[in-house]
């Protein structure tokens, strides 16, 4: 079976490199799938996961980006994130205590902290693209 190159890369670093199945990512007007041959395209991103399958479309790794860039080709996806945190290691205890001391503050910047942490409780709790 046919695979895709697929990089996420955050400001730091490099998160994750390797050949997979499939790609989801949170597109700003939409989630979409990435498979090997994919047009090209370019996307902003919006908070949101981005899910990792291998060939044999089992969930490999599952992602939170608080935003960024996605550029895929038929051999490549990579995604440009402004900060990544892997799922599974967000806790939702510390992002609704985030968000308390977060809300009635009126600051863009806070703002737009508080919509990140929502959509990180929002992933959380969401178990679209568990399986494909």
Do not use: W
């Amino acid at each position: 079976m046919a695979t895709i190159s697929f990089d996420l890369v955050s400001p730091e670093n490099l998160i994750f490199n390797d050949e997979v199945g499939m790609i989801i990512v949170p597109g700003k007007d939409g989630d979409f799938g990435v498979l090997p041959g994919h047009s090209k395209v370019m996307s902003s991103l919006r908070p949101g996961r981005v899910m990792v399958y291998g060939e044999d479309k089992n969930l490999l790794k599952a992602f939170f980006v608080s935003g960024g860039f996605a550029e895929v080709n038929p051999e490549k996806c990579i995604v440009l994130a402004e900060s990544v945190d892997e799922i599974n290691e967000l806790e939702k205890a510390t992002i609704e205590k985030e968000i308390q001391e977060l809300e009635g503050q009126e600051s863009d910047t806070t703002k737009e902290e508080l919509s990140i942490a929502k959509a990180k409780i929002d992933a959380l709790g969401s178990d679209f693209y568990q399986k494909i």
